[in-house]
C-alpha cells in the first residue's frame, strides 16, 4: 500500500466536519422516530430521512481515524499517551458535566451521603453519563488495538488488507438478524465490530483508484443505500409498530455503503472553498472533539429552556435550523473552555 499522508490533505478536514454536523443532525432528528403512530406521518417520514442521512457519522468518524493513524511509523508508548490522553482527558470532563447536570436536573436523586454519590459517579463513568458518549468507549477500544492492528497493515499487501476486509464484511452479513441462522458455531469474533472500519478507511484513502466515474458511482451507491435505508425502516416500524433500528446500526450493509460512498465522494471531490469558509472548516475542525463530546448538553439546554427542537416549526426545516445552532453554539462553549487558564487545553477535546 502506497504511504501516502492524508492527514495533509483538505478532503480528510471537510468530511470531518461534515461528519460533525451529520452527528448533530442525526441527535436532533432522533426524536421525532418516537412519534410513529403519534402523530401525521409525513413527521415521521421527515425524521426517517434525515435518520438515515446522517447515520454515516459515526463510521465516517472511525474510517478517518483509520486513514490518519494507521500505516504510519510510531513508537508503542508514545502513541499510547499523546492519543489516550487526547481522548480520555477531555471524555472524563464532560462525563462529570454529564453527571453534575443529571443531579442538577434532578434527574438523580442527591441523598448527601458522600459515599453514594460517589458510587452514583463512578455508576456513570463505566455506563455512560450521555447516550452519545458510547462512541467514546468504543473508540478507546479501537486506540489500545491500533497499535497492533498497524504491524499488520504496514507489513501486508493489498490483497492481504482486502482478504481481511472481505471476511469482516461476510461476518458483518452474517450477524444481521435474518442471516444469522446461516452464521456457522466459528470463533469470528476478530473479525467483528468497528475493527473493519478503521482498515476500510486506510484502504480507501490510499489505493489509487483508475475507476471511470467513480464518483459517480459512489452518488449512486449513497442514493440507493439511502432509499433502501429509509424505506426498510418504515417497513419494519409498520411490521413491527414500533422503533426498530435494523436498518440504521453502524454495521449494517447499507450503511456501510452509505459510508463508503461518502467518504469517497470526499476524497475524490476538490471544492474550491473561499477563505472565510476554510476558516470555519478548520475551526470546527481543531475543537470537533469537544464539540461531539458537549452537543447533546447544548440540545438538551435549548430544548429545556429556548423550545428549540424539531417542533419550533415545519420539521423538514426546524430540523437542520436546530442542529445547525447546536452546532454554532457548540463550537463557542467549546472554546470558551479552552481558553480556561492551564486546563482548558486538556479538558475542551
Known amino acids: 500500500m502506497p504511504a501516502s499522508k492524508p492527514q495533509q490533505l483538505d478532503w480528510i478536514n471537510n468530511l470531518r466536519v461534515i461528519a ?56 508503542l508508548g508514545d502513541f499510547l499517551k499523546r492519543r489516550l490522553s487526547r481522548i480520555i482527558i477531555p471524555f472524563l470532563f464532560w462525563s462529570l458535566v454529564y453527571v453534575a447536570y443529571m443531579f442538577y436536573d434532578e434527574q438523580v436523586d442527591y441523598s448527601g ?21 458510547w462512541y467514546v468507549y468504543m473508540l478507546i477500544g479501537l486506540y489500545l488495538f491500533i497499535p497492533i492492528l498497524n504491524k499488520f497493515i504496514r507489513a501486508a499487501t493489498e490483497k492481504e488488507v482486502l482478504y481481511f476486509l472481505l471476511v469482516w464484511f ?51 451507491l449513497f442514493f440507493a443505500a439511502l432509499g433502501l435505508t429509509a424505506l426498510g425502516t418504515y417497513l419494519l416500524f409498520d411490521h413491527y409498530n414500533g422503533i426498530s433500528t435494523l436498518m440504521y446500526e453502524p454495521l449494517s450493509p447499507p450503511i456501510v455503503i452509505i459510508s463508503v460512498s461518502i467518504f469517497m465522494v470526499a476524497r475524490l471531490s476538490k471544492p474550491k472553498l473561499p477563505g472565510f469558509m476554510v476558516n470555519i472548516r478548520d475551526f470546527c475542525g481543531r475543537y470537533s472533539y469537544g464539540m461531539y463530546l458537549g452537543h447533546a448538553l447544548v440540545l438538551t439546554l435549548l430544548d429545556q429552556y429556548a423550545g428549540l427542537t424539531f417542533k419550533l416549526f ?36
Open 170 to 220: 461476510v461476518v458483518m452479513m452474517l450477524d444481521q438478524p435474518y442471516l444469522s441462522r446461516f452464521k456457522p458455531q466459528l470463533d469470528l469474533r476478530y473479525f467483528e465490530g468497528f475493527i473493519g472500519y478503521l482498515v476500510l478507511g486506510h484502504y480507501l484513502a490510499n489505493k489509487d483508484f483508475k475507476i471511470r466515474y467513480l464518483k459517480s458511482c459512489m452518488w449512486i
Open 113 to 133: 451521603d458522600w459515599w453514594l454519590t460517589t458510587k452514583q459517579v463512578l455508576h456513570f463513568l463505566k455506563y455512560e453519563s450521555s447516550y452519545h458518549l
Open 20 to 75: 460533525l454536523f451529520a452527528v448533530v443532525m442525526l441527535h436532533t432528528t432522533s426524536p421525532v422516530m418516537e412519534q410513529f403512530h403519534k402523530g401525521p406521518l409525513s413527521l415521521w417520514l421527515v425524521g426517517d430521512l434525515y435518520n438515515s442521512l446522517t447515520r454515516f457519522a459515526v463510521p465516517v468518524f472511525v474510517m478517518i481515524s483509520g486513514a490518519l493513524l494507521l500505516g504510519r511509523e510510531y513508537e
Open 314 to 349: 415545519t420539521p423538514i426545516f426546524s430540523i437542520p435550523v436546530t442542529a445547525l445552532i447546536c452546532f454554532m453554539l457548540t463550537s463557542l462553549l467549546v472554546y470558551l473552555v479552552n481558553k480556561i487558564p492551564v486546563i482548558g487545553k486538556w479538558i475542551s477535546g
